[in-house]
């Protein structure tokens, strides 16, 4: 009696191993047509032509400002002279800018911010919420010397006449709280893109996590949320600082066009921001080739200074994007 023995199962075939496209498969632009060739070589022209420009100026700057820029402008005021030698520096300006900057976006950052979670995490009412998105777009789009034009007749009233100088009941409106005020404006839609690019780059799970142990709303936002949303806010805010100190239309407008500090009554700091003063992009308005002072070597000079100030700024974002990259992204 022979004795069966059962045959196990044939085993499957072995998975085909996954391939590597090929460099055939991958389309070059050997294959395109003559008018997308021509599309190609025309965005490349047009990219090394941006970066040529870009270079150009800052290695223009960079060589006219070293050869005329002296440690003594940094801490000396502008005074009168009949020579560049005898006009002093421009330390009022490197102060005035510095001022301007803080104020600027210590208005715009927390507007920006509380504008850009009620946008993103509420949005209620919808119309409101549409009408607020028109708005900053339409203060993105409106010209600098718009704003100053706007904030003269708002800083020339009476009621404000406390935040300028004021004489027999006529308020000049010049102060460096109007300027700041008004610059704020110019940073707020930047600070509101990035903020809003941040939180809306959460993806909505964590929330709802956040919803599920108990928390609020507003917990939620201010210890979950903002946290998560750091880079992108303090990139906005670098970004809006950038445009505030480079912005000269309402410098010019409502901060005035003297070299120097022009403070308002006894009472320190306020004498100073009630008054009137100036920054380097004014400082370099005027003593251009063709401005009122005539002092080209100096301007130059206070030009290479603030062209420095703006290269730190996107230096520091690009350390920020990348420090928030080293840390990782959400996973959907």
């Given at each position: ?11 499957p ?14 389309e ?16 490349w ?12 100026i ?43 900057g ?44 718009v ?20 004489s ?8 460096f ?22 939180l ?42 950038g ?31 009630r008054?009137?003063?100036t920054?380097l ?9 063709t401005?009122n002072?005539?002092?080209?070597q ?33 996973s959907?």
């Open positions: 009696m022979e004795s069966s023995v059962a045959t196990p199962p044939p085993s075939p072995p998975a085909p191993a996954p391939q590597k496209p090929t460099k055939d498969a991958i070059g632009s050997a294959t395109w047509q003559l008018s997308d060739r021509i599309g190609l070589a025309i965005c022209a047009l990219g090394l032509l941006f970066c040529a420009i870009a270079v150009a800052i290695v223009y700057l960079l060589i006219q400002g070293l050869s005329y820029l002296k440690p003594s402008m940094l801490v000396t005021p502008a005074t009168s002279g009949f020579s560049q030698s005898q006009t002093g520096g421009f330390s009022d300006a490197l102060i005035g800018t510095l001022i301007v803080t104020m600027g976006i210590a208005i715009a950052l927390p507007v920006g911010v509380g504008v850009a979670i009620w946008l993103v995490e509420y949005g209620r009412p919808a119309g409101l919420a549409r009408l607020t998105e028109s708005t900053i777009e339409a203060i993105a789009g409106i010209p600098s010397i704003l100053a034009l706007f904030g003269t007749v708002i800083f020339s009233s009476t009621a404000l006449g406390f935040l300028s100088r004021t027999e009941g006529v308020v000049f409106g010049r102060s709280f109007a300027a700041a005020t008004m610059l704020s404006l110019v940073a707020l839609p930047l600070v509101v893109a990035s903020t809003r690019e941040g809306n780059a959460i993806p909505q799970h964590v929330r709802e996590a956040s919803y599920a142990v108990g928390k609020t709303k507003i917990a939620t936002t201010r210890r979950i949320l903002l946290p998560a949303a750091r880079p992108q806010v303090a990139t906005g805010a670098m970004l809006g600082l445009r505030i100190i480079g912005d000269t239309a309402i410098i010019l407008v409502l901060l005035g066009a003297t070299q120097n500090f022009a403070p308002v009554g006894n009472t320190f700091p306020l004498n100073y921001l008054g009137a003063g920054t992009t004014n400082f370099v308005y005027e003593a251009s080739p401005g002072l005539n002092q080209p100096k301007a130059y000079a206070a030009a290479f200074v603030l062209l420095l100030m703006v290269l730190a700024l996107n230096a520091a974002v690009d350390v920020v994007h990348r420090r928030a990259r080293k840390v990782g992204t959400w959907h």
